[in-house]
Each structure stands twice: as structure tokens, then as C-alpha cells.
């Protein structure tokens, strides 16, 4: 039970950024709208959006742990999770 509780919260601890990201989202329209938009598209052009943003990104020395939250963006999985979350207004980001 205690292994569990740990690998769940190095987890947690490994995806805040991701998570603060969808957060920001769901609390900001604006955001959710642009996000949203991204995650909308097929998985070539949402990965080419996201390797454009993560090259501004890093151009403008953004904090490296929001652009590992975008990094995550390029998986096809979680970009189609994190869609879910923003457009069912799912909160549940376990």
C-alpha cells in the first residue's frame, strides 16, 4: 500500500506542470480556446503546432517545466486526454 501511495505521488509530483497547464485552461477561456484548437487537430498538424510553439517556447526562455507540460502535447494519447478534459469538462486529471 505504501509503494503504491509513493509511485502515485512521484507521479503527481512528475506531471504538475502538465497538470497546472490544463488547470490554467480550464479556468481561462481564452486559453481553453487556443489549447483546445491544438488539440483539435490530427496528430501530424497538432505535433507540428506543438514543435513551433516548443521552438518560441524556447526562444523566449520559457520555464523549462512548462515547456516539458507542451512537450507532453506531442503523444498522441495525452493530447487526446487532455482534449477530453478540456472539452467534457472532465476534472479528473489521474
Not at 486526454?81 to 478540456?86: D, G, H, T
Amino acid at each position: 500500500m505504501i509503494r503504491e501511495f509513493l509511485r502515485r505521488l512521484q507521479l503527481i509530483v512528475k506531471n504538475e506542470p502538465f497538470v497546472t497547464m490544463i488547470r490554467v485552461a480550464q479556468e481561462d477561456p481564452e486559453i481553453k480556446a487556443w489549447l483546445t484548437g491544438i488539440l483539435s487537430l490530427d496528430n501530424f498538424n497538432r505535433k507540428s503546432a506543438v514543435n513551433t510553439l516548443l521552438e518560441q517556447l524556447i526562444l523566449e526562455k520559457a520555464p523549462s517545466e512548462f515547456i516539458s507540460a507542451v512537450e507532453s502535447l506531442r503523444d498522441d494519447q495525452v493530447a487526446h486526454r487532455a482534449l477530453e478534459i478540456l472539452t467534457k469538462g472532465k476534472s479528473d486529471l489521474g
